[in-house]
Every structure is written in C-alpha cells, then in structure tokens.
C-alpha cells in the first residue's frame, strides 16, 4: 500500500509539504510514519473528522486518510457513514483484511460469519458489513477497491480518487498473513471488473450487491457538489487569537 501511494502522490507531482496524511489506529495507520508529508496519528475510530476538520480549515491541502476496516467500520462506523454525507473533497483508503490483525486476530466487521478462530469458535453468526454498499447508500460520490498486491493498479486508482472533487472511498483489500493465512490465495482470486465507472445510483448499487468482494476497480464516480469550503483570513499574531477565547 505504501509503493501504491508513493507511485500516486509522484506520478500527481504533490510535494509532501502539501499532502496531510491522517490515521486512526491500527497497522494500516502507521502509514503516516513512513512517509515525508505532515501526518498525524489519531486514535481510534477518530481519522476522519480529524481529516475533515484540516480540510475545512486548510483547503488548499491534499487530505488522505489511512484506515482499516476495524478503524473504520467499528468504532469509526458513524463517522464513516456522515463522511461519505458531507462530501468533503478528501481521499479515504481503508485497507481492509478482515480482522483485527493489530490486537491478536478478533473478527472485524467485515470478516466472513462463519471464520472460525480461538477468539470466535465457530465465527461469529453475524452476517459481515459490505462497506462499499453503504459507502453508497451514505451519499460517497466516488467508490473504488484496489489490492495490495497490485501496487500499480491501486496507484492509477488512488490518482483518480485524488483528483475527484469530494470524498473518495478506496477500499484496498490487503491480506493479513499473520491471523487469515489463507488470505494468500487472494493473489489469484483478484480480478478486474471490466467495466467503466457509472454515475447511476441503480446500476451501482446492482454491481455491488452482485460483486464477490474481490473485484478491483471503479465502481461508482458521481460528480456531486462538495461540502463549501468558506476561505477565512487567518491571523498568526497570539494576542488576537487569545481574544477570541475572552469570556
């Protein structure tokens, strides 16, 4: 994920004083470390309003949130869906291996009911969210999935999320070797959708719903209007900050 987003943050020409990546937590949130940009490292559940609030406040910014699926489905789940609501021209890439690979491999919400493992004997019975569906149906304009196993591919697709005027959702499928070793096979289980994006609510909804969770590529662009970005004249001098805390 990482040469992925390298090979994109490059190929758009974005100096890294210019791009701020933002995390939660979890091994996918340690993305912001390895790079040269501003980041930050959140608690969990919490990177995006994190991100929200750095683009509202420094537009000019390019604003890209690491997640995974536990940070982002779970404890992060209400923001997730009021992120893809309030269309703030950002870019989220949710790494997802369906577990919590970080704290000793516990089910995440999108791992299959019936996986069986020490913490869920037998698995869990509870039917796995399809984050993408309800990337959908919670108003994301853009919605895309990529493998980490394809670092070039899931580049051009970070490039286009990037340039996408609003909230972007890239969902990177990224096997955890560790706790789901059989997520290997998913090497030659990735395929194409083979399809151009649509812009049509209906015919997006039937793709997702029809997908086996292992396609990669666009799926839903919709050009929607982005959350208003009012520019305000920001002061450096402290004796004026200060006063607008005066009770």
């Not at 399809?130 to 990529?146: D, K, M, S, T």
């Not at 015919?203 to 839903?220: K, P, Q, V, W």
């Amino acid at each position: 994920m990482q040469a992925a987003l390298f090979r994109a943050l490059a190929h758009l020409d974005l100096p890294p004083e210019h791009v701020t990546i933002i995390s939660g937590i979890g091994c996918s949130s340690r993305l912001p470390a390895y790079t040269e940009c501003y980041g930050f490292h959140g608690i969990h559940g919490r990177a995006l309003p994190l991100a929200t609030g750095l683009k509202l406040a420094r537009p000019e910014l390019t604003v890209i949130v690491a997640s995974g699926d536990g940070d982002a489905f779970s404890i992060g789940g209400n923001h997730f869906l009021h992120a893809c609501r309030r269309n703030v021209d950002l870019t989220c890439i949710i790494m997802d291996n369906e577990v919590y690979g970080m704290t000793k491999g516990q089910p995440s919400p999108t791992t299959a009911s019936d996986w069986d493992s020490k913490l869920a004997p037998s698995g869990t019975h509870v039917r796995p969210l399809q984050p993408l569906a309800v990337a959908l149906a919670a108003g994301a304009g853009f919605i895309a999935r990529g493998f980490s196993g394809d670092p070039n591919g899931t580049a051009r697709l970070l490039v286009e999320a990037i340039r996408h005027p609003g909230f972007a959702l890239v969902h990177v499928l990224s096997p955890c070797v560790t706790y789901r070793p059989e997520e290997k096979l998913w090497k030659q289980q990735v395929h194409s959708i083979e399809m151009e994006p649509t812009a049509e609510l209906a015919e997006a909804a039937r793709r997702l719903f029809t997908d086996d969770g292992l396609s990669t590529g666009i799926f839903y662009r919709a050009t929607l209007p982005p959350y208003p970005v009012t520019s305000q004249t920001r002061s450096d001098d402290l004796s004026v900050i200060e006063a607008e805390f005066v009770l």
